[in-house]
């Protein structure tokens, strides 16, 4: 199906998901390509792209695109990729500072929590998993191999003995339905 990048997203924001379903086929390899430019692991570079994609659904009806849609995703997956890197920098310089005061003892504020900030974790972190138990057993058996056993999705494949993109289409469902759950949290 071919339209103009107008015509596509205006039926984006209508809610069209075979619109949607034939952006995602047509640059899901395009945007990996991108994404390996910056992340070495494919399974994150799979997560980090569907990822964009969930978004980019989450927001159709007002995101803004000024030029083509595939600029607009290019552009989204260079940014996690950044993100994801930045994230991961912070990750490691808080672990090297733990490592180098590890003959100290440390308080929650010693680690820039506050008691307050870690029981609201604890409750997400319960929420979150009980979201996850909600889900239909063969989305959260995917969910659960890619997020918690840190499985490519070709691995998911073969353990579920399904197509790589049932693989990628029950990840997406979950990240949607989680996301969903959570706004709740976020005053949605």
């Avoid at 107008?6 to 086929?25: A, M, S, T, Y």
């Avoid at 390899?29 to 570079?45: D, R």
């Avoid at 070709?154 to 993109?165: H, K, P, V, Y």
């Amino acid at each position: 199906m071919e339209y103009s990048n107008d015509i596509l997203i205006e039926r984006l924001r209508n809610g069209d998901e075979k619109v949607f379903e034939c952006i995602f086929h047509k640059y899901y390899n395009l945007l990996c390509y991108e994404a390996k430019g910056y992340i070495k692991e494919s399974y994150l570079i799979e997560e980090i792209v569907c990822d964009v994609f969930v978004h980019f659904w989450l927001i159709r009806e007002k995101v803004q695109i000024k030029g083509h849609i595939r600029d607009y995703l290019v552009k989204s997956v260079h940014n996690s990729c950044i993100d994801y890197i930045r994230h991961l920098s912070t990750l490691q310089n808080h672990k090297k500072q733990i490592q180098e005061n590890s003959t100290g003892k440390f308080t929650l504020c010693d680690l820039g929590e506050n008691p307050l900030d870690y029981i609201l974790t604890d409750e997400l972190n319960s929420f979150i998993n009980s979201e996850i138990e909600k889900l239909p057993d063969q989305c959260k058996k995917a969910f659960k191999l890619s997020r918690i056993e840190n499985l490519s999705y070709e691995d998911i494949a073969q353990e579920m003995e399904i197509s790589l993109n049932s693989v990628k289409l029950y990840i997406k469902n979950a990240l949607y339905k989680l996301r969903e759950s959570m706004k709740i949290f976020r005053g949605s």
